[in-house]
């Protein structure tokens, strides 16, 4: 029990626009906390739906969700705001930075919003996590002027700037070119094993989920195995 | 810098869009001068006419009115108690004048509210000089005790007041008198009371004030010369004038007299009942004006922060995704609001004072009025502020709320 990250159990989830439609079914899944796992599966097969779900940003679904112990199924808008900004790290599939923002900047907004360091050190650590990806020297360009590669990366180190329990990713390394998809990878498989941080991304590169944990193959919107 | 990081977020809108954040304030900064200048003006204003409306007369007079015939009197007149029909009743001539004028003086110098008191004679008279006649009236006075109530000395245009209690049977007369008559200081003017006695006196002084009614009609002399010319002993007095340390609270002052006293006690705002009907006239126009501006104002935040929420949804979507709640987003928005508010406010304070201070010095020249009369008071300032503030927060609200609301799957997943 105390060693499950994340436990969903019977999602089912709809879409009612234009015509409703199920894109989630019957969806049970346990992540042990310290697991590197992979979704997979073809484009439009719900990966992403799902991982929203998982990342209690979208609520409107039907089973249960467990998040370290605790059911987030139910919990206030505002609770879960509180959730996500604590223990969950999301990357996205394009990389959403704040464009006015430094990229400096963009990494500490998270922690500071969390207020568990002082500025100086959110701003130390920011600069550190920059650091793990090669982009310090952007440091203090505004966001909107890196190339995209540069960007996902400033993302991924935002990610991770709470020391967040779970890691989620929507395609991470998808604007990645191999070697700096290399560095990603070893760092999230350096994060799950001296952290015992969780890792749950949704890929198209096969190479990366091989070379994960587990791999969870999706066909319309069910797990296949 | 150490700020909230809801702070830092909203300055960074604000700064990045400068345009934007300029134009509104702008709005807010107008709103807020023409707030501080037109309510300097309007008090301004307002408290000139009061003042002088106080040249003339005093905050509270004292006099016996006339009363209709009734019941009691006829029972007293009749010394008995049955109950009689009174049919077409009559106004009943009392005897004009107070009854122990300088008791009741003493009486009221007693009062601590009171300023100054003076008993006055007031009698119709018709002035001659050569073949042309002129109507008005005199007023016996102690012209010291006048002087220092009304400012008689402001309005004197030649020879001196004080002659009055120097040169033996003097006057001094309005300007208008002396013009329609061709009088100067030195001369003699004969004066016809209404029952008949006839006088010549010598003018000592001419004054003007800036009401021509009373410079054609009216002349000082002393109390008890006019006592004489009119027929009347040394204790008929028609009218004590009191003014009061603080003339707003004339109508209770002047309650509290007519009980001690029994006589009717006038108050100013009675007396001058459409100096005070022009001010609430003119209260509604400049409320209604400042009103519109604040709105606009209102107006003008309402819609650039409508337009930054519009073009930062995708930014709003991923800070909550980040774990920002529906609250710190509204703070984020409502505090833009609340910068360019106090941004524009300080502005427009400075603006509005300068305003203010630069019409003070506009020259008028009109009779006693030399520059246009604006107030600085500081209670208009801090109203100014607060309205400004309070229609941002409004302003500010609905877009902020708004923003509070952004789903952020819906927006992120595109
Ligand atoms: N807002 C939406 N309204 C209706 N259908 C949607 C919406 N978003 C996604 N879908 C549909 O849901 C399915 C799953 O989409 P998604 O989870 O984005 O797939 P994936 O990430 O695996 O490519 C797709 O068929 C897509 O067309
Ligand atoms: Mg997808």
């Known amino acids: 029990m105390d060693n499950i990250a994340l436990k969903a159990s019977g999602i089912n989830k709809y879409f009612h626009d234009p ?38 940003m979208d609520t409107d679904y039907e089973g249960t969700l467990t998040i370290n112990g605790t059911n987030t199924t139910g919990l206030s808008l505002n609770q879960l705001a509180h959730l996500r900004n604590e223990s969950i790290g999301f990357v996205f599939q394009f990389h959403y930075l704040l464009p006015d923002f430094t990229c400096l900047k963009n990494v500490m907004i998270p922690a500071l919003r969390l207020g568990k360091y002082s500025y100086a050190e959110v701003e130390q650590r920011a600069y550190e996590k920059l650091k793990m990806f090669g982009v310090e020297d952007q440091a203090l360009k505004k966001a909107g002027k890196l190339s995209g590669g540069q960007q996902q990366r400033v993302a991924i180190a935002r990610a991770l700037i709470n020391d967040p329990a779970i890691i989620m990713g929507d395609e991470p390394t998808g604007n990645l070119d191999s070697k700096n998809t290399g560095i990603v990878f070893d760092l999230f498989r350096q994060l799950t094993v001296e952290y015992k941080q969780t890792l749950i991304t949704v890929t198209h590169d096969e190479d990366f989920a091989r070379r994960s944990d587990r791999i969870i193959e999706m066909a319309d919107g069910q797990i296949r195995r | 810098m150490k700020f909230n990081v809801n702070t830092e977020i909203a300055l960074t809108y604000l700064t990045s869009r400068k345009k934007q954040t300029l134009v509104a304030a702008a709005g807010v900064m107008f709103g807020i001068s023409m707030f501080i200048f037109m309510q300097s003006l309007m008090k301004g204003t307002n408290d000139y006419f009061e003042k002088m409306s106080f040249t003339n007369t005093p905050h509270i007079r004292l006099f016996s009115e006339n009363k209709v015939a009734d019941n009691h009197m006829l029972r007293t007149f009749l010394n008995d108690a049955s109950e009689k029909i009174l049919i077409n009743p009559k106004q009943l001539q ?35 000089s050569g073949s042309v006649e002129l109507p008005g009236n005199i007023a016996g006075v102690d012209i010291e005790e006048e002087n220092l109530m009304f400012d008689v000395q402001g309005n004197m245009v030649a020879g001196s007041l004080h002659d009055l209690n120097r040169v033996q049977n003097s006057i001094l007369i309005g300007k208008g008198i002396a013009d329609k008559l061709s009088l100067h200081v030195g001369d003699n003017i004969t004066v016809r009371a209404g029952n008949g006695n006839l006088v010549i006196m010598r003018v000592v002084g001419i004054f003007a004030t800036t009401v021509r009614s009373v410079d054609d ?48 006690a006038e108050d100013w705002i009675k007396a001058n009942e459409q100096l005070k009907a022009g001010f609430k006239v003119r209260a509604v126009i400049l409320n209604s004006v400042i009103g519109v501006i604040l709105l606009v104002a209102g107006f003008g935040i309402y819609n650039i922060l409508n337009m930054t929420i519009y073009e930062k949804i995708k930014e709003i979507a991923i800070l909550k995704a980040q774990g920002f709640s529906g609250r710190a987003v509204t703070s984020i928005f409502l505090q833009q609001a609340v910068f360019i508010g106090i941004l524009g406010g300080i502005v427009g304070l400075t603006l509005g004072f300068s305003l203010t201070y630069m019409v003070s010095r506009i020259y008028i020249g009109a009779g006693s009025l030399k520059y246009l009369p604006m107030s600085f008071y500081i209670p208009h300032y801090l109203e100014a502020l607060m309205f400004g503030i309070l229609t941002t927060i409004a302003a500010g609200y609905f877009p902020a709320r708004k923003a509070s609301k952004v789903d952020p799957v819906t927006i992120i997943r595109g």
């Not at chain 1, 697991?35 to 209690?56: A, D, M, N, P, R």
């Not at chain 2, 010319?229 to 707003?248: A, H, P, Q």
């Open chain 1, 19 to 56: 015509v409703t439609m199920q894109v989630l079914r019957d969806i049970n899944m346990e992540v042990h906390k310290g697991e590197f796992v992979s979704i997979i599966g073809k484009s439009g097969c719900g990966k992403s739906t799902l991982l929203y779900v998982l990342s209690t």
């Open chain 2, 94 to 128: 009392q005897s004009q004048g107070l009854t122990n004028p300088y008791g009741i003086v003493a009486q009221l110098r007693r009062n601590k509210e009171i300023s100054g008191i003076t008993p006055q004679v007031t009698g119709n008279v018709i002035y001659t």
């Open chain 2, 217 to 264: 009609t009216k002349s000082y002399a002393n109390i008890a010369r006019v006592q004489s010319i009119i027929g009347k002993d040394r204790s008929y007095v028609t009218e004590i004038k009191i003014n009061l340390k603080d003339y707003n609270r004339a109508n209770i002052v002047a309650r509290e007299i007519e009980t001690i006293t029994g006589y009717k």
